[in-house]
């Protein structure tokens, strides 16, 4: 699904973050398909197999609690690995949805190409696929907020900047519990954790960073 299709109305999706946003998700789209052909020749491709490569636990809390408290961020290259996950695991989020049939899109005709070339050609093999994707693996409500998200961390430069809008992002995929677990290690209990924990310092620094990138969209 190209995510920017059903976002853009919030978010000005520049033809350079659009065509990034693609390419990612052409990428992911290419992996789950091999990931399937590849169980399905071991006879392994059963429900909730889909690997997933999700945010350390230990590593996004450590990046949290040293924001908290020293308001700025220690570990950047850390930082920069969940973003690029945030923005990978939305669009295989966004691909998941598409194949078992909860946009607009068909799928079977979008895909047809992709599906010949994985070796899934037969309407069993397409059942098989869509019985792979369990139903925490896909989200037709959560794409729309997590799109607007990606989009600006695509652009994004600073660490502040990708904090704040990971933070924005794990708090969409609480909300919507049932896919937290495809994002993140220890799922919602996770992340309840990590939101409980956070202080009124911590608040105060999100807060100060939503009010000057509010001021720098409205120069």
């Known amino acids: 699904m190209k995510i920017y299709k059903i976002a853009k109305e919030e978010v000005a999706w520049d033809q350079e973050?659009?065509?990034?946003?693609?390419?990612?998700?052409?990428?992911?789209?290419?992996?789950?398909?091999?990931?399937?052909?590849?169980?399905?020749?071991?006879?392994?491709?059963?429900?909730?197999?889909?690997?997933?490569?999700?945010?350390?636990?230990?590593?996004?809390?450590?990046?949290?609690?040293?924001?908290?408290?020293?308001?700025?961020?220690?570990?950047?290259?850390?930082?920069?690995?969940?973003?690029?996950?945030?923005?990978?695991?939305?669009?295989?989020?966004?691909?998941?949805?598409?194949?078992?049939?909860?946009?607009?899109?068909?799928a079977s005709k979008e895909y047809a190409e992709d599906y010949e070339y994985y070796g899934i050609k037969s309407e069993k093999d397409k059942e098989k696929l869509m019985e792979y994707i369990q139903d925490d693996k896909f989200s037709d409500y959560a794409l729309k907020p997590l799109g607007n998200i990606v989009a600006q961390l695509i652009r994004a430069k600073t660490a502040e900047e990708k904090l704040l809008l990971i933070d924005q992002a794990l708090n969409v995929v609480h909300q919507r519990g049932d896919?937290?677990?495809?994002?993140?290690?220890?799922?919602?209990?996770?992340?309840?954790?990590?939101?409980?924990r956070k202080t009124m310092a911590f608040n105060l620094y999100l807060y100060n960073l939503r009010k000057k990138a509010a001021k720098q969209s409205n120069q």
Request: hydrophobic fraction near 40%; proline fraction near 3%; charge should be neutral.
């Open 17 to 106: 973050t659009a065509e990034r946003y693609v390419e990612i998700e052409n990428e992911e789209r290419s992996r789950i398909l091999n990931e399937f052909s590849e169980l399905k020749k071991k006879r392994k491709a059963k429900p909730n197999t889909q690997p997933w490569t999700v945010i350390p636990a230990a590593r996004l809390i450590k990046i949290w609690n040293d924001y908290a408290t020293w308001g700025i961020v220690r570990d950047e290259r850390g930082l920069n690995e969940i973003a690029d996950k945030v923005i990978r695991n939305t669009a295989r989020l966004a691909v998941n949805t598409e194949i078992v049939g909860h946009t607009e899109m068909d």
């Open 179 to 196: 896919i937290a677990a495809v994002f993140v290690e220890g799922g919602q209990r996770t992340l309840n954790q990590l939101f409980e």
